[in-house]
Structure formats: C-alpha cells, structure tokens
C-alpha cells in the first residue's frame, strides 16, 4: 500500500467523528415570549392576565414573561398541591435574579414586577406547570413542557397574535378618560349616596383564568350635606381596595378610625379636614380559602359620616397611582 492511500485512509478515520457531529448537531433551545398584564390608556382598565396564559415549548427551551401595566404581578411556579401564599411571603421566598430554572421539585416566584421587568424561566424536564400570581388569585395560566420528540402544536406567531386578541377582549369597553363613568351603567347600587369601588369579570379559558379590573370609584365625585353618610361597596369580584381620607397609613390592611356597624360594615366618622380615615382592605366576600388577609373577614362596605362642611378628597391607598380617586363635597 502506498503512502497516498495510508494518509487518505487516516484523513478518513480522523474526520468520522467531525462528520457525525456536524450531520447529527444538538438540539438548540427556543426562547419564547409571553406578556404579563395589559392596560387601557388611562390605567383604569386592568387585564390581571398572562398573555397568552398557555403555551407548549419543549424540554429545555426557556420563557420570558415580561410586565406590561403599571399594577403590580409576580409570576410564579409552585410545587404540586401547594397553597399559594401572600406575595409578602413568597411561595415562600423570591427568586432576586433575572432568571432562574423550574422542573417542579420548589416552587418559584419573583417578587411583584413593575412595568418593563422580565424574568425568564428554563423548564429542563417535560410536564404541565401551572402558573399563577401571587396578587391576584384569578390571574392563572399554564406551561405545557414537551419531549422534544413530539410536535409543538404552535409557534411564536401564534402566541403573539393570542396574546393582542386576548388583550383586545379583555380591555374591549371604552377605553376614555371617563370610563369608571362609562361602567356606572353596570351599577347595581341604587341609593344616591353610594358609591361603586370598582368592578370586574372573570374570564374562563383553557389554560386558566384571567380578570379585568376597574380601578375607579363609580360616580366618584359626591355632593351632600352635613350629616349625611356616604356607603362605599367593593364590586370587583378579585381585587381589594381602600377608601383613605387624610393621612395614608404605612400598612393599608387594617381600618382607622373605624369602627364595625351592626350589619358588619364599617364606619368611619369626619368632623374636620385634618381627619385621616380609613377603610383598611375591603373585597368581595371571599370564598373558603381566604386569599388575602381582609380586616375583618367579609367586610365589602365602608361608610362615612361627614359632620362639617367642606371638600373631602379621598383615594384607594392600594391603586391611586392608577387614578383611583375621588372627593365628597358636603354642604351646609
């Protein structure tokens, strides 16, 4: 055998192993998008939604959810059968990085995002993950994590056409500066002195559950006169506010200067403008798991006497950044 052929041969046998690497390459992991939370121009309209709120990827691909609005979410993964906790606990703790790994065996959270944060999460192992917020307990979604052996039903196209449908159906009434007004139409309180705090619908779909949120005090602007009272009832089926006059306190959960009526709503009185009122969380009745610590259990309605003439202006401690405002004119 001559030397040309001995060095083919060996070029041959050394490149075998090249040639198998480059012919069956590893697999490279896809990066997907997901949005968190969608908001109308003036704030008052909240989608407390993951958008889209289920999607399939592979084992190994990575997701990135990025906040959308100015109220506050976290996004987070628990264990299977744990109970979710408050977002001041965690799940428990909080994920301080940018990104993190989730395969089910700990639960993961971030801490509440504000708008523009992202965290983006690698799923090494197939299964279904469900995802939830920490802020809001209808606010659901879920990862479906595939063997890359079998087929992804959807691409990123698809995800990010879902995610301006589900925006547009969640945030489709009015979407004006005056739209808490616009929502007084769905009022169900009669009385002239009441006032709406706030509305909301739950939305079923495949993956979870998802919310619009009013961040508005209907006919928020109140006329009356001395010694007459003003009846404030939480109308949003998920999200609590506040009614605050005077001084916000430190910590928004516990009522000031209130007291329980024989009806179990409470009262609050105002003799001068130097005042501070306020209401604590009020909600909707909450179901048997209480989700949020609500002072006390069951409280939907907060009322206040105004014993002196004067303008009274009030806001909810918890979404005031949103606009959430009001004022009470009380009259000789």
């Given at each position: 055998m001559n030397v040309l052929k001995l060095f083919r041969r060996a070029a041959i046998f050394l490149c075998m192993p090249v040639f198998a690497f480059v012919v069956v390459p590893p697999r490279a992991s896809a990066q997907w998008r997901a949005t968190v939370g969608a908001q109308s121009k003036s704030l008052g309209h909240q989608a407390l939604a993951f958008l889209p709120n289920e999607i399939w990827i592979h084992a190994g691909d990575s997701v990135t959810w990025?906040?959308?609005?100015?109220?506050?979410?976290?996004?987070?993964?628990?264990?299977?059968?744990q109970v979710r906790l408050p977002f001041q606990v965690g799940c428990p703790g909080f994920s301080l990085a940018a990104s993190a790994s989730f395969d089910g065996s700990t639960c993961l959270t971030t801490p509440p995002l504000v708008k523009g944060q992202k965290f983006t999460v690698t799923f090494p192992t197939a299964g279904n993950f469900k995802l939830v917020c920490l802020v809001h307990e209808n606010m659901t979604g879920v990862v479906h994590?595939?063997?890359?052996?079998?087929?992804?039903?959807?691409?990123?196209?698809?995800?990010?056409?879902?995610?301006?449908?589900?925006?547009?159906?969640?945030?489709?009434?009015?979407?004006?500066?005056?739209?808490?007004?616009?929502?007084?139409?769905?009022?169900?309180?009669?009385?002239?002195?009441?006032?709406?705090?706030?509305?909301?619908e739950i939305i079923a779909t495949g993956g979870g559950s998802q919310t619009l949120s009013i961040m508005r005090f209907m006919d928020s602007a109140k006329v009356i006169h001395v010694g007459d009272t003003v009846e404030w009832t939480n109308l949003d089926p998920v999200t609590p506010h506040t009614i605050t006059f005077g001084v916000e306190p430190q910590n928004p959960v516990p009522p000031v200067n209130a007291i329980l009526d024989s009806d179990g709503a409470l009262h609050g009185t105002i003799?001068?403008?130097?005042?501070?009122?306020?209401?604590?969380?009020?909600?909707?009745?909450?179901?048997?798991?209480?989700?949020?610590?609500?002072?006390?259990?069951?409280?939907?309605?907060?009322?206040?006497?105004?014993?002196?003439?004067?303008v009274f202006p009030y806001i909810c401690a918890l979404h005031d950044g949103l606009g959430m405002k009001g004022k009470i004119t009380v009259l000789p």
């Open positions: 990025t906040s959308a609005v100015d109220e506050i979410h976290t996004v987070t993964f628990l264990k299977s059968g994590v595939l063997d890359f052996s079998q087929q992804l039903p959807h691409s990123q196209d698809f995800y990010d056409n879902q995610t301006v449908d589900q925006r547009e159906a969640l945030l489709s009434d009015d979407d004006s500066d005056n739209e808490h007004e616009h929502h007084n139409s769905h009022n169900t309180l009669t009385d002239r002195n009441a006032v709406a705090t706030g509305g909301g003799n001068s403008s130097t005042d501070s009122v306020h209401s604590g969380l009020i909600g909707a009745a909450p179901q048997d798991q209480l989700f949020l610590p609500m002072t006390p259990l069951s409280v939907t309605r907060f009322r206040v006497t105004f014993t002196h003439a004067g």
